[in-house]
Nanobody, 124 residues
């Protein structure tokens, strides 16, 4: 079992940066690939980024275009999402997810555990 708690969301102006954190409890974190997803009002949840158990393999949605970086610290049971050059269209609730597998996936249904999410609002 893995419990996930996100933090770091907030209100930021366009062009600014935020760093999201996802703290995991439970011994399975080191065996879990991790993903970040987001959901804007009236839209489906969409993939943002994923990282494998070692941190060596990372995947990003095409629209990220180098603006975001996913990382993890297995000693701290935490995964991060550094978001730079934020745009108003990045406004959404961002959630982290854990998949009990070495490699992450872009598929929403492929994850076993989810956090509650943290709100990110980007003003123009």
């Amino acid at each position: 079992q893995v419990q996930l708690v996100e933090s770091g969301g907030g209100l930021v102006q366009a062009g600014g940066s935020l760093r999201l954190s996802c703290a995991a409890s439970g011994r399975a974190f080191g065996s879990s690939s991790m993903g970040w997803f987001r959901q804007a009002p009236g839209k489906n949840r969409e993939f943002v980024a994923a990282i494998d158990t070692s941190g060596g393999g990372r995947r990003y949605a095409s629209w990220v275009q180098g603006r975001f970086i996913i990382s993890r610290d297995n000693a701290k049971n935490t995964v991060y999402l550094q978001m730079n050059s934020l745009k108003p269209e990045d406004t959404a609730v961002y959630s982290c997810a854990a998949k009990y597998s070495p490699h992450g996936t872009t598929y929403v249904g492929g994850y076993d555990y989810w956090g509650q999410g943290t709100q990110v609002t980007v003003s123009s």
